[in-house]
């Protein structure tokens, strides 16, 4: 098992970034928290990790937070819910704000989370809640191998590769740009304003 990286961040592109730990580049999938509080490329990072095997492939997902991976791995073992809809949960909301959604059955609030339909959100309410007061405390190239032009480009891939469609992810990108902002400050604003 894979449980910890601490190496040189030499990539990074939603959801995918890659750590080079003494020549040799893991290649990660992570959420959008743990992207927001990346370091620069070339800088060291060190990330808590998730790994995966199953019939027809190994994944690696890494999380700077223990909270964010304990979180993942709750997730999973809710009825119905993958990885992917674990990632979107974690780049939807903190686990502070998931576990409050949790804690007061904000089923509505979930649903707006990519993946996310009514019984999926009440299954999550249901078999997190024990657990909702302990959560609070504690890339690879694109489809079609292009690189985003700006960072509103950058922000809309990176929500379409978290389940939103293709012209809401551009709506969302379009209604939370602002001046100045890079593509990982489009995408938390976008992500928040789903959530309301």
Do not use: C
Request: proline letters at 5%; glycine letters at 10%.
């Amino acid at each position: 098992m894979i449980g910890r990286l601490k190496g040189l961040l030499v990539h990074k592109q939603p959801p995918w970034l890659v750590v080079d730990v003494n020549g040799v580049g893991y290649e990660l999938e992570a959420p959008m928290s743990t992207f927001y509080d990346l370091p620069d490329v070339g800088r060291e990072v060190a990330l808590f990790t998730h790994y995966a095997q199953k019939e027809d492939s190994v994944s690696l997902y890494g999380f700077l937070r223990e909270g964010e991976r304990r979180l993942f791995r709750d997730l999973q073992k809710v009825s119905g819910i993958g990885a992917k809809i674990a990632l979107a949960v974690l780049s939807g909301a903190s686990v502070e704000e998931f576990a409050r959604l949790v804690q007061t059955s904000d089923v509505t609030a979930l649903t707006r989370i990519p993946g996310i339909g009514k019984k999926t959100a009440e299954r999550m309410v249901v078999e997190l809640r024990d657990r909702a007061a302990d959560l609070g405390t504690g890339g690879g190239p694109l489809p079609g191998g292009g690189v985003p032009a700006d960072p509103q480009s950058e922000a809309t891939v990176a929500l379409q590769q978290l389940g939103y469609k293709p012209a809401d992810a551009a709506r969302m990108a379009r209604d939370a740009a602002a001046a100045g902002d890079d593509a990982a400050a489009i995408i938390r604003k976008a992500l928040q304003s789903a959530l309301r």
